[in-house]
Nanobody, 116 residues
Framework: QVHLVESGGGLVQPGGSLRLSCAVS????????MKWYRQAPGKQRELVGI???????EYADSVKGRFTISRDNAKNMVYLQMNSLKPEDTAVYYC??????????WGQGTQVTVSS
């Protein structure tokens, strides 16, 4: 069974930065493409970006140029570096197994609040 645990959320001022982490266990992680999603209050969950097994990435237009996804296969970790944060980035952020073993697995989420 694949288990995901997100961490690193918190309160940050507009223009600030945060790095979220997602620890993956129970999977051959190097075979997994991984996605980050977010869900703001009253809104549908939206895709933030994806990192493929080879390390290439794609991002939603709303975060392109500000957010960066990376992975460390040796540590079974995926990261979301968020810079130039805006109040509209406030949401619960989730990591998700997009392909490979455990596809469809979700973490519990981590809250990010951008506010002055």
């Amino acid at each position: 069974q694949v288990h995901l645990v997100e961490s690193g959320g918190g309160l940050v001022q507009p223009g600030g930065s945060l790095r979220l982490s997602c620890a993956v266990s129970g999977s051959t992680f190097s075979f997994n493409a991984m996605k980050w999603y977010r869900q703001a209050p009253g809104k549908q969950r939206e895709l933030v970006g994806i990192i493929y097994t080879g390390g290439s990435t794609e991002y939603a237009d709303s975060v392109k140029g500000r957010f960066t996804i990376s992975r460390d296969n040796a540590k079974n970790m995926v990261y979301l570096q968020m810079n130039s944060l805006k109040p509209e980035d406030t949401a619960v952020y989730y990591c998700n197994v997009a392909s490979g073993p455990g596809t469809g697995s979700w973490g519990q989420g981590t809250q990010v609040t951008v506010s002055s």
